[in-house]
């Protein structure tokens, strides 16, 4: 089958149409960014997608990942401001903002964000003591991502997060460490003890104080009720009456008896009489004389109304 040289120039022509387009056409998948280049030159950036280009004139430059990315910080060695050696590694997200900045203004974007984070890892880190590493981690992490994140800022990038995984005392710090702890963990101890101690003998004083005090004014208290009741007695015998006393003498001797009989070298108790008895006698003795003075003021009056009167004589 011969062709004429209209089919050729018309295949030719279809075979140019879809060279075109198929240089023309580029799809950006979900997540990513392209560069477009003219003769070397940046002119736009493909977001995902259908897009368009001259073809033959432009082409794509660099393909950026938009998504967020981790970068494995390996462990290094530091030295603290306390001349401390520590191993050291982290991790670091970062995010592409700007897709032409990311690939014009720096070369070997991981690179640059990697050797970046290691190099402010030791400048933070160098300023402070082991102590306050090991303490104020989150502190460590605030102040790495600002600082990082300040200086990736003019390539297009976000920093995310930076964090600190491991921190690596040699062995010999660590044991120097637990020696320290295990000495700062007794010398709590001790302190609360003492405290406790210190606590209790506070306690113990404003207790005995407190009962001092509630025996001087229960002692306070039994002297004004002794009181009173002699006051009660001395008008009581003042006005005549004898069974006052009684109870007096009768209350004095029985606590008397009570303190005998409490005593711990007292064995044998001699009584002399019996307290019932004495009160008995006390109150007999106490009637009788009643009695005895009020019979000798009857019999005084009868023997007045019996005498027969006198007369006597008269002068006349």
């Known amino acids: 089958m011969s062709f004429s040289g209209f089919d050729i120039a018309i295949m030719v022509l279809v075979g140019l149409v879809v060279l075109v387009l198929f240089k023309g056409i580029r799809t950006i998948p979900q997540g990513y960014n ?7 030159r940046y002119t736009k950036t493909l977001s995902p ?10 082409r794509i430059g660099a393909k950026m990942n938009m998504m967020e990315q981790v970068l494995d910080v390996p462990s290094q060695e530091i030295i ?3 001349n401390a050696i520590v191993g050291v590694d982290g991790i670091a997200f970062f995010q592409i903002l700007n897709a032409a900045q990311a690939a014009y203004q720096v070369s070997g974007l ?3 964000i990697l050797n970046l984070t290691m190099t402010n890892i030791r400048t933070v ?36 997060r930076v964090e600190i995984k491991d921190i690596n005392p040699p062995a010999n710090l660590i044991e120097s460490m637990g020696r320290q702890m295990t000495a700062e963990r007794n010398k709590r101890a001790q302190i609360l003890a003492a405290e406790g101690l210190k ?17 001087a004014e229960a002692r306070e208290r039994s002297a004004e009720a002794e009181a009173r009741a002699t006051q009660v007695v001395s008008e009581a015998i003042s006005k005549g009456d004898v069974q006052a006393l009684n109870y007096f003498v009768a209350q004095k001797y029985t606590e008397a008896l009570t303190r005998i009989g409490s005593a711990t070298n007292s064995k044998v108790v001699l009584m002399p009489l019996e307290a019932s008895s004495l ?7 106490g009637e009788i004389a009643k009695e005895v003075f009020r019979n000798e003021g009857t019999a005084g009056a009868q023997r007045q109304a019996a ?7 008269s002068e006349n």
């Not at 392209?34 to 070397?40: D, K």
């Not at 005498?307 to 004589?313: F, I």
């Open 110 to 112: 991981q690179n640059a």
């Open 125 to 160: 880190m160098g300023s402070m003591d082991l102590d306050e590493l090991l303490s104020n981690r989150d502190a460590i992490n605030e102040r790495l991502l600002r600082v990082v994140d300040e200086a990736a800022h003019p390539w297009g990038i976000k920093i995310t």
């Open 34 to 40: 392209y560069t477009v280049e003219r003769f070397g």
């Open 199 to 215: 606590q209790s003998q506070i306690l113990e004083a404003e207790g005995r104080k407190e009962a001092a005090f509630r025996d």
């Open 279 to 285: 009160i008995g006698t006390l109150g007999g003795i």
């Open 80 to 82: 603290t401001r306390d």
């Open 49 to 58: 997608g259908l897009n368009l280009i001259v073809p033959f004139i432009d």
């Open 307 to 313: 005498r027969p009167p006198v007369v006597r004589p």
